[in-house]
């Protein structure tokens, strides 16, 4: 069982930057996609981006692109969020997952390992 952990959630103002950071239990991860998810109350998990198991392929969700970036460091097994200009709708839980296949995905069905949320909050 691989157990994924996020970190680096918190409260900023709007036009801040946070990163979060994913780190695995196990390096089995290191050839998985991997990606990143947020979800607000009442609404559904969605897609915030997603990274290749080399890092050579990335997805951005229209809402974060030219805003976000997201990376991995292989060696450690880590997965990272750099978020700049923070917005409020960019308010959720935060989610990091490791894909079924060697490639993300949008589609939360074809994750197999969840983290447990870290929540970032922007105010206006």
């Known amino acids: 069982q691989v157990q994924l952990r996020e970190s680096g959630g918190g409260e900023v103002q709007a036009g801040a930057s946070l990163r979060l950071s994913c780190a695995a239990s196990?390096?089995?991860?290191?050839?998985?996609?991997m990606g990143w998810f947020r979800q607000t109350p009442g609404k559904e998990r969605e897609i915030v981006a997603h990274?290749?198991?080399?890092?050579?392929?990335?997805y951005y969700a229209d809402s974060v692109k030219g805003r976000f970036i997201i990376s991995r460091d292989r060696a450690t097994g880590t997965v990272f969020l750099q978020m700049n200009s923070l917005k409020p709708e960019d308010t959720a839980v935060y989610y990091c997952?490791?894909?079924?296949?060697?490639?993300?995905?949008?589609?939360?069905?074809?994750?197999?390992?969840w983290g447990q949320g870290t929540q970032v909050t922007v105010s206006s």
């Open positions: 196990k390096r089995t991860t290191t050839n998985n996609g």
């Open positions: 990274i290749s198991w080399n890092g050579g392929s990335t």
């Open positions: 997952a490791a894909a079924r296949s060697s490639y993300g995905s949008s589609a939360t069905e074809n994750y197999r390992y």
